[in-house]
């Protein structure tokens, strides 16, 4: 029987989940093979909303082309943001200044509580819950509207430039995240009662889409899906940039490498940026939120590489310059296409209603895939 | 004992389902802590936040003069060739040649709300407005004109 797993022979059942099935988030199209209800094979296809960002960032200025990457993985729009201006004040060389960073900081950790929310809603309806998915948007609009006062947009901010941040803080900003902390605290526990603790969630979790250490490091999977499976890889932890190096946070590490143990890092590291933004929220330094650049930037010629951790996992911004006034070559490295690659071997064997929580798990966001 | 752990795990589901079952019945006899806002009613009250980007118009004031030397700055900063700027020469009382304005061309349908243009204008002749409802039933409608007609560049603004 083990051999069979994998090749197509007569009397398999291939349907499509996609491009538009509502249990897929965006447009992501599934090929699978069947065996019954098993699968057999997972065949991803991908770029139906592919927009060339990176060669579209070729033609653009190192001030311009941040905005696309927004477009890229909208639920962690800022830390997109934050990625290219590291790697262009990398290439400039730019002292950035220490409110800058601690706004840049704060913003990130926002943008990923905001993410798993989400990401949390989202899951447990494609598990079928709905209610949930309100619980999520009631704390995550709270995010939104601070991010709407400060930074101008709800998703796709655009807050960071090549130096430092757009504008300052928001006369209101501490207060808001203040009240939304309250506000976290006291609504946290009902995401446990009314999902974690579940019977039904359990039994769809645990033990589905198991994924080993080893084959989550040889898929290149990054983010909270290798955390789950024992995988140190926060890139906060092992290749601190702006301040991360003077906070103290944990890395969530869960052995198990099941659904179940993804679903826990993304919970438990809601909790961590919460303790970074009570850590940070009360001490922002005064001073510039902004370097004093040029008005036209030009990176010397050379190779210009940042990585940074997104709520999916690692995105690397890679920037070739030949010394002029836009890219030669800009190469994103995205968390989801690479999380996605492991999918395959993850559903192998398992059944098609296990495919459905094993997806949910990886938190796939199409256009950062497509790109 | 297998019994006793049968029994257990039962136990324990019903009581996961009760606490489940609890907390959507808070939220059934509360309805205090819903926060739902009914949005085409509250239309009046909305109150968006002043940095909210909407759409990017040019200041006016009483006597419809604006502050845009027509420098091209914001043509330059916008990544997607949202605004073009058509400049023409205007004749002082001296008889010397002054660049101004003609039309200041704004691609709403191009616009992604970045703000580099605002950020880029030295004079601080254009910001974002907090409108946000934009749909037309026309494409054509969604070019508009920022500069209002007749108006001209304020006195002190080079």
């Given at each position: 029987m083990v051999e069979e797993i994998g090749k197509t022979v007569e009397g398999d059942l291939i349907i499509n989940v996609g491009?538009?099935?509502?249990?897929?988030?965006?447009?992501l199209h599934l090929v699978l093979t069947l065996n019954g209800e098993t699968i057999k094979k997972v065949e991803p296809h991908l770029g139906?909303?592919?927009?060339s960002i990176e060669k579209m960032c070729e033609s653009l200025s190192y001030r311009q082309f941040?905005?696309?990457?927004?477009?890229?993985d909208y639920l962690s729009a800022h830390i997109n943001n934050h990625a290219c201006a590291l790697c262009v004040e990398k290439g400039l060389g730019i002292e950035v200044p220490a409110r800058a960073q601690v706004i840049r900081v704060l913003m990130d950790e926002l943008t990923r509580i905001a993410s798993h929310e989400l990401w949390w809603g989202a899951m447990a309806m494609d598990l079928g819950a709905f209610t949930p998915f309100f619980h999520a948007f009631r704390e995550r609009e709270t995010i939104n509207d601070i991010m709407e006062e400060?930074?101008?947009?709800?998703?796709?901010?655009?807050?960071?430039?090549?130096?430092?941040?757009?504008a300052d803080l928001h006369p209101n900003f501490q207060e808001r995240v203040k009240n939304f902390l309250k506000l976290y605290k006291l609504k946290i526990h009902e995401y446990d009662e009314l999902v974690t603790g579940n019977i039904i969630f359990q039994n769809r979790m645990k033990g589905v889409g198991y994924l080993s250490k080893e084959d989550a490091i040889s898929y290149g999977v990054t983010g909270p899906a290798a955390r789950g499976s024992?995988?140190?890889?926060d890139i906060r932890k092992?290749?601190?940039?702006?301040i991360y190096k003077q906070l103290e946070f944990d890395e969530i590490l869960e052995t198990e490498g099941d659904s179940f143990a993804r679903y826990m890092v993304r919970l438990r590291e809601m909790n961590e940026s919460i303790k970074i933004i009570e850590q940070l929220i009360d001490n922002i330094?005064?001073?510039?939120f902004q370097a004093k650049t040029k008005a036209v930037l030009k990176l010397p010629k050379g190779e210009f590489y940042q990585r940074v951790e997104t709520a999916r996992g690692e995105l690397g911004v890679y920037i070739v310059s030949e010394?002029?006034?836009?890219?030669y070559r800009i190469k994103f490295r995205s968390p989801g296409f690479s999380n996605l690659s492991a999918l395959d071997h993850m559903a192998r064997g398992g059944k098609i209603g296990d495919l459905v929580a094993t997806m949910g798990t990886l938190d796939l966001v199409i256009p950062d895939i497509d790109r | 004992m297998f019994i006793v752990d049968y029994i257990k795990d039962i136990y324990g589901a019903i009581r996961s389902l009760l606490v489940g079952m609890n907390r959507t019945g808070y939220y059934f006899t509360h309805h205090k802590e819903i926060i739902t806002q009914n949005y085409p009613e509250n239309r009046l009250e909305l109150n968006l936040p002043?940095?909210?980007?909407g759409e990017v118009v040019m200041t006016h004031d009483e006597n419809n003069e604006?502050?845009?030397?027509?420098?091209s700055a914001c043509e330059l900063a916008c990544p997607n060739g949202t605004i073009k700027i058509i400049n023409k020469f205007d004749i002082s009382p001296e008889g010397k040649k002054k660049k101004a304005i003609d039309t200041f061309v704004y691609h709403l349908e191009l616009c992604?709300?970045?703000n580099l243009c605002v950020d880029a204008c030295p004079t601080g002749a254009i910001k974002m407005a907090?409108?946000?409802?934009?749909?037309?039933?026309?494409?054509?409608?969604?070019?508009?004109?920022?500069n209002k007609p007749g108006s001209k560049l304020k006195a002190g603004v080079e």
């Open positions: 491009p538009q099935h509502p249990a897929t988030h965006g447009v139906y909303i592919h927009r941040i905005y696309s990457t927004s477009r890229m400060t930074c101008g947009a709800r998703l796709t901010m655009n807050y960071n430039v090549p130096g430092g941040v757009m024992g995988v140190s890889s092992l290749y601190p940039y702006e330094p005064d001073g510039d010394g002029g006034t836009t890219p | 002043e940095r909210f980007r604006h502050a845009c030397t027509g420098c992604t709300m970045c907090q409108t946000f409802e934009h749909s037309v039933y026309n494409r054509g409608l969604l070019t508009k004109q920022l």
